[in-house]
Protein backbone atom coordinates (compact mmCIF):
# COMPACT_ATOMS: atom_id res chain seq x y z
CA UNK A 1 0.00 0.00 0.00
CA UNK A 2 2.70 2.65 0.69
CA UNK A 3 4.55 2.16 -2.84
CA UNK A 4 0.82 4.12 -4.04
CA UNK A 5 3.12 7.17 -1.95
CA UNK A 6 5.06 8.39 -4.95
CA UNK A 7 5.55 11.51 -4.09
CA UNK A 8 5.23 13.95 -0.88
CA UNK A 9 5.46 17.52 -0.45
CA UNK A 10 6.53 17.94 3.46
CA UNK A 11 6.47 21.73 5.63
CA UNK A 12 8.56 21.22 8.47
CA UNK A 13 10.82 18.62 7.02
CA UNK A 14 13.71 19.11 9.01
CA UNK A 15 11.60 17.59 12.64
CA UNK A 16 13.19 14.55 13.33
CA UNK A 17 10.13 12.79 12.91
CA UNK A 18 9.57 14.19 9.20
CA UNK A 19 12.88 13.29 8.67
CA UNK A 20 12.09 9.68 9.58
CA UNK A 21 8.89 9.82 7.60
CA UNK A 22 10.85 10.98 4.68
CA UNK A 23 13.21 8.29 5.07
CA UNK A 24 10.71 5.63 5.16
CA UNK A 25 8.93 6.90 2.15
CA UNK A 26 11.96 6.21 0.24
CA UNK A 27 12.98 2.95 1.59
CA UNK A 28 9.05 1.96 0.18
CA UNK A 29 9.51 3.64 -3.19
CA UNK A 30 8.65 7.44 -2.92
CA UNK A 31 10.81 9.24 -5.26
CA UNK A 32 9.51 12.49 -5.75
CA UNK A 33 10.07 14.93 -2.36
CA UNK A 34 9.38 19.06 -1.81
CA UNK A 35 10.95 19.89 1.26
CA UNK A 36 9.96 23.31 2.92
CA UNK A 37 11.71 23.95 6.05
CA UNK A 38 13.24 27.20 7.81
CA UNK A 39 16.66 26.23 8.07
CA UNK A 40 18.17 25.81 4.36
CA UNK A 41 21.44 23.82 5.46
CA UNK A 42 19.76 20.87 7.34
CA UNK A 43 16.83 20.91 4.76
CA UNK A 44 19.40 20.57 2.33
CA UNK A 45 21.30 18.15 3.64
CA UNK A 46 18.08 15.87 3.35
CA UNK A 47 17.55 16.35 0.46
CA UNK A 48 21.40 15.08 -0.25
CA UNK A 49 20.38 12.00 1.61
CA UNK A 50 17.75 10.96 -0.49
CA UNK A 51 19.26 11.96 -3.70
CA UNK A 52 22.47 9.49 -2.83
CA UNK A 53 20.64 7.08 -0.81
CA UNK A 54 17.65 6.44 -3.10
CA UNK A 55 18.18 7.98 -6.13
CA UNK A 56 14.88 10.79 -5.37
CA UNK A 57 14.35 13.86 -6.84
CA UNK A 58 13.72 16.76 -4.59
CA UNK A 59 13.47 20.43 -4.35
CA UNK A 60 13.77 22.05 -1.40
CA UNK A 61 12.01 25.42 -0.19
CA UNK A 62 13.23 28.09 2.51
CA UNK A 63 10.22 28.98 4.39
CA UNK A 64 9.98 30.94 8.21
CA UNK A 65 6.06 30.90 9.27
CA UNK A 66 7.20 33.58 11.78
CA UNK A 67 8.50 35.82 8.81
CA UNK A 68 6.60 39.51 9.32
CA UNK A 69 5.75 38.91 5.94
CA UNK A 70 5.01 35.21 5.20
CA UNK A 71 5.56 33.43 1.47
CA UNK A 72 2.48 33.35 -0.47
CA UNK A 73 1.74 29.01 -0.64
CA UNK A 74 2.58 28.05 -4.05
CA UNK A 75 1.62 24.51 -5.13
CA UNK A 76 2.04 23.84 -8.70
CA UNK A 77 2.34 20.35 -9.06
CA UNK A 78 -0.16 17.48 -6.75
CA UNK A 79 1.45 15.09 -4.89
CA UNK A 80 0.52 12.11 -3.19
CA UNK A 81 1.26 12.70 -0.17
CA UNK A 82 0.88 16.22 2.07
CA UNK A 83 2.90 16.19 5.04
CA UNK A 84 2.47 18.97 7.84
CA UNK A 85 4.77 19.00 10.95
CA UNK A 86 6.21 22.20 11.66
CA UNK A 87 6.01 23.41 14.97
CA UNK A 88 7.57 25.24 18.04
CA UNK A 89 7.40 24.73 21.40
CA UNK A 90 8.68 28.79 22.01
CA UNK A 91 9.63 29.75 25.08
CA UNK A 92 6.22 29.27 27.42
CA UNK A 93 7.77 30.97 30.30
CA UNK A 94 8.36 34.00 28.66
CA UNK A 95 5.28 33.83 26.81
CA UNK A 96 3.02 34.15 30.18
CA UNK A 97 4.11 37.91 30.35
CA UNK A 98 5.52 38.79 26.30
CA UNK A 99 2.64 39.02 23.70
CA UNK A 100 5.04 38.84 20.92
CA UNK A 101 6.00 35.54 21.81
CA UNK A 102 2.19 34.38 22.95
CA UNK A 103 1.76 35.07 19.10
CA UNK A 104 4.69 33.85 17.55
CA UNK A 105 3.96 30.79 19.45
CA UNK A 106 0.82 30.62 17.85
CA UNK A 107 1.61 31.20 14.68
CA UNK A 108 4.13 28.53 14.85
CA UNK A 109 1.75 26.25 15.56
CA UNK A 110 -1.57 27.05 14.31
CA UNK A 111 -2.28 30.37 12.49
CA UNK A 112 0.56 30.07 10.06
CA UNK A 113 0.16 26.98 8.84
CA UNK A 114 -3.93 28.44 7.88
CA UNK A 115 -2.32 30.05 4.43
CA UNK A 116 -0.73 26.23 3.29
CA UNK A 117 -3.70 24.10 4.58
CA UNK A 118 -5.80 26.03 2.81
CA UNK A 119 -3.88 25.49 -0.18
CA UNK A 120 -3.53 21.74 -0.14
CA UNK A 121 -7.23 21.41 0.55
CA UNK A 122 -8.69 22.93 -2.62
CA UNK A 123 -11.54 22.24 -4.20
CA UNK A 124 -9.77 20.42 -7.17
CA UNK A 125 -7.12 18.83 -5.22
CA UNK A 126 -9.91 17.00 -2.89
CA UNK A 127 -11.61 15.62 -6.05
CA UNK A 128 -8.30 13.48 -6.40
CA UNK A 129 -6.76 10.51 -4.64
CA UNK A 130 -3.95 12.07 -2.14
CA UNK A 131 -3.56 12.34 1.90
CA UNK A 132 -2.93 15.07 4.12
CA UNK A 133 -1.13 14.01 7.53
CA UNK A 134 -1.03 16.76 10.29
CA UNK A 135 0.49 16.51 13.49
CA UNK A 136 -1.40 18.29 16.33
CA UNK A 137 -0.43 16.93 20.12
CA UNK A 138 -2.42 15.46 22.82
CA UNK A 139 -1.35 18.76 24.39
CA UNK A 140 -4.57 19.91 22.81
CA UNK A 141 -6.48 17.82 24.96
CA UNK A 142 -6.06 19.91 28.28
CA UNK A 143 -4.83 23.25 29.17
CA UNK A 144 -2.13 23.28 31.38
CA UNK A 145 -0.12 25.65 33.20
CA UNK A 146 3.61 24.70 31.79
CA UNK A 147 3.07 25.16 28.28
CA UNK A 148 -1.16 26.23 27.70
CA UNK A 149 -0.34 28.83 24.80
CA UNK A 150 1.42 25.78 22.53
CA UNK A 151 -1.42 23.47 23.63
CA UNK A 152 -3.99 26.53 23.10
CA UNK A 153 -2.09 26.56 19.35
CA UNK A 154 -2.45 22.59 18.58
CA UNK A 155 -5.99 22.61 20.06
CA UNK A 156 -7.06 25.41 17.41
CA UNK A 157 -5.23 23.33 14.57
CA UNK A 158 -7.05 20.06 15.89
CA UNK A 159 -10.35 21.60 15.09
CA UNK A 160 -9.38 23.85 12.20
CA UNK A 161 -8.37 19.98 10.50
CA UNK A 162 -10.98 18.11 11.90
CA UNK A 163 -13.07 21.02 10.19
CA UNK A 164 -10.87 19.59 6.41
CA UNK A 165 -11.58 16.16 7.48
CA UNK A 166 -15.36 16.61 7.51
CA UNK A 167 -14.97 18.78 4.31
CA UNK A 168 -13.06 15.54 2.30
CA UNK A 169 -15.53 13.13 4.14
CA UNK A 170 -16.81 10.96 0.77
CA UNK A 171 -13.31 12.12 -1.14
CA UNK A 172 -10.76 10.30 -2.25
CA UNK A 173 -8.79 13.06 -0.76
CA UNK A 174 -7.65 11.10 3.12
CA UNK A 175 -7.16 13.96 6.20
CA UNK A 176 -5.24 12.17 8.59
CA UNK A 177 -4.62 14.40 11.93
CA UNK A 178 -1.93 12.82 14.39
CA UNK A 179 -2.44 13.90 17.83
CA UNK A 180 1.55 13.62 19.00
CA UNK A 181 2.58 12.28 22.27
CA UNK A 182 6.60 13.18 22.95
CA UNK A 183 8.61 12.16 19.99
CA UNK A 184 12.39 12.38 20.77
CA UNK A 185 14.33 15.17 19.64
CA UNK A 186 16.09 18.52 20.11
CA UNK A 187 12.80 20.28 21.14
CA UNK A 188 12.02 17.63 23.79
CA UNK A 189 14.99 17.59 24.92
CA UNK A 190 15.31 18.37 28.49
CA UNK A 191 11.56 18.91 29.07
CA UNK A 192 10.39 15.60 28.45
CA UNK A 193 11.06 12.50 30.35
CA UNK A 194 12.95 10.31 28.05
CA UNK A 195 10.74 7.16 29.02
CA UNK A 196 7.64 8.55 27.58
CA UNK A 197 9.20 9.87 24.43
CA UNK A 198 8.79 7.66 21.68
CA UNK A 199 11.40 7.05 18.77
CA UNK A 200 10.82 9.05 15.54
CA UNK A 201 11.92 6.03 13.35
CA UNK A 202 8.63 3.90 15.40
CA UNK A 203 6.25 6.30 14.60
CA UNK A 204 6.92 6.55 11.17
CA UNK A 205 6.41 2.81 10.70
CA UNK A 206 3.45 2.83 12.62
CA UNK A 207 2.02 5.63 10.54
CA UNK A 208 3.36 3.81 7.36
CA UNK A 209 1.45 0.84 8.13
CA UNK A 210 -1.41 2.67 7.08
CA UNK A 211 -1.11 5.34 4.78
CA UNK A 212 -4.44 5.93 3.36
CA UNK A 213 -6.15 5.59 6.78
CA UNK A 214 -8.05 8.79 7.23
CA UNK A 215 -9.75 10.42 10.89
CA UNK A 216 -8.51 11.39 13.98
CA UNK A 217 -5.67 9.06 16.03
CA UNK A 218 -3.29 9.76 19.12
CA UNK A 219 0.59 8.34 18.63
CA UNK A 220 1.68 5.93 20.21
CA UNK A 221 -0.93 4.43 21.10
CA UNK A 222 -0.53 4.35 24.59
CA UNK A 223 -1.21 7.90 24.88
CA UNK A 224 -5.08 7.52 24.62
CA UNK A 225 -5.20 5.90 28.20
CA UNK A 226 -2.66 8.37 29.51
CA UNK A 227 -4.61 11.37 28.17
CA UNK A 228 -7.91 9.99 29.43
CA UNK A 229 -6.81 9.86 32.79
CA UNK A 230 -5.22 13.47 32.52
CA UNK A 231 -8.46 15.32 31.32
CA UNK A 232 -10.28 14.00 34.37
CA UNK A 233 -7.58 14.91 36.64
CA UNK A 234 -8.98 17.48 39.06
CA UNK A 235 -8.13 21.08 38.98
CA UNK A 236 -6.19 20.98 42.37
CA UNK A 237 -3.81 18.33 40.56
CA UNK A 238 -3.67 19.59 36.35
CA UNK A 239 -2.63 22.64 37.84
CA UNK A 240 0.86 20.71 38.92
CA UNK A 241 1.41 19.34 35.27
Known amino acids: MTALLRSAWVLGSTSTV ?8 AERGCRRFHLLARNPERNQALASELRDR ?9 IDLLAPQPAQPQLNEPFDL ?7 LGDAERARNDAAEAQAITQAN ?6 WLTAIVSPERIQQPGALWVFSSVAADRGRPSNYHYGAAKAGLLRFCEGLLLRCHG ?7 LK ?15 IL ?4 EQI ?12 IETIPWWWTPLMALVRRLPARLAAKL
Not at 18 to 25: F, N, S, V
Not at 110 to 115: D, H, N
Not at 180 to 194: C, E, Q, R, V
Open 110 to 115: FTGLIP
Open 197 to 200: CARP
Open 171 to 177: TPFAVRI
Open 82 to 88: YLVAAGS
Open 18 to 25: AIAICRGL
Open 204 to 215: ARDLLRHPRRRG
Open 54 to 62: FGAEVSCEA
Open 180 to 194: AGFIASPMTDGKAPP
